[in-house]
């Protein structure tokens, strides 16, 4: 039962490379999001998707852009990556329709050099 | 706006004393509240959830949370810290839609390290 998968877990990239973070739930969930977490700040929203063929912007979305592949996969991309990037991103997905809990996945910490 | 308010960044207890973490919450309606654990290095499960049904609630590893409208609190308890419940905590918003709907658009507080000492 995987959840929310998140790739990769850790990476590092120089200031200006590009690299996508792929995230994919098996739950049948309509809504999935990426949250970025800074120490002192809690989770952040980047950008949702409410369904599929879907995307909208979150809290801090300049720098990124994403893509609602499917039902099941979200990706997020960083064009040309700056250190204030550094962070530790999850992924998350939800029932749209119902209340319910986010599910999250185990994280990808991002180093920008 | 929504927003969540974790007072304390940093809460220490003794093994075995009382939990108190807490959490407050602004917007004109009531939200659904959620309490969050992270251990390191590992992402976030949830603890326990409000969703209207009761005020009192109970989650899972022996956590409480009371909401309470007129202090627009949801305070996270524990009778007797265990060295496991180290930890950080985090409370968050769902706002809610007419008929049960979500926006699905969580909000954060800032979080609370939890240090239990021997």
């Known amino acids: 039962n995987a959840g929310v998968t998140q790739t990769p877990k850790f990476q590092v990239l120089k200031t200006g490379q590009s690299m996508t973070l792929q995230c994919a739930q098996d739950?049948?969930?309509?809504?999935m999001y990426w949250y970025r977490q800074d120490p002192g700040m809690g989770l952040r929203l980047i950008y949702y998707?409410?369904?599929?063929?879907?995307?909208d912007k979150g809290e801090v979305p300049n720098g990124y852009n994403v893509s609602r592949l499917n039902k099941r996969e979200f990706s997020l991309r960083l064009e040309s990556a700056a250190p204030s990037q550094t962070s530790v991103y999850f992924c998350?997905?939800?029932?749209?329709?119902?209340?319910?809990?986010?599910?999250f996945g185990q994280g990808t910490r991002l180093t920008v050099v | 706006a929504q927003s969540v308010t974790q007072l304390g960044s940093h809460v220490s207890v003794s093994e075995g004393a009382l939990v108190l973490l807490r959490c407050n919450y602004s917007?004109?309606?009531?939200?659904?509240l959620f309490w969050y654990v992270q251990y390191p290095n590992q992402g976030l499960q949830l603890l326990l959830k409000y969703t209207s049904a009761a005020t009192l609630v109970k989650g899972i590893n022996g956590f409480e949370a009371e909401f309470k409208k007129s202090e627009t609190s949801f305070h996270l308890t524990k009778p007797s810290a265990h060295m496991s419940d180290a930890a950080e905590y985090f409370c968050a918003a769902l706002r809610v839609g007419a008929g049960g709907t979500s926006y699905g658009k969580l909000t954060f507080g800032q979080g609370t390290i939890l240090t239990v000492h021997p």
């Open positions: 998350a997905s939800s029932i749209r329709d119902r209340v319910t809990e986010a599910f």
């Open positions: 998707s409410a369904s599929e063929g879907t995307t």
């Open positions: 917007s004109s309606v009531p939200p659904y």
């Open positions: 739950m049948n969930h309509n809504s």
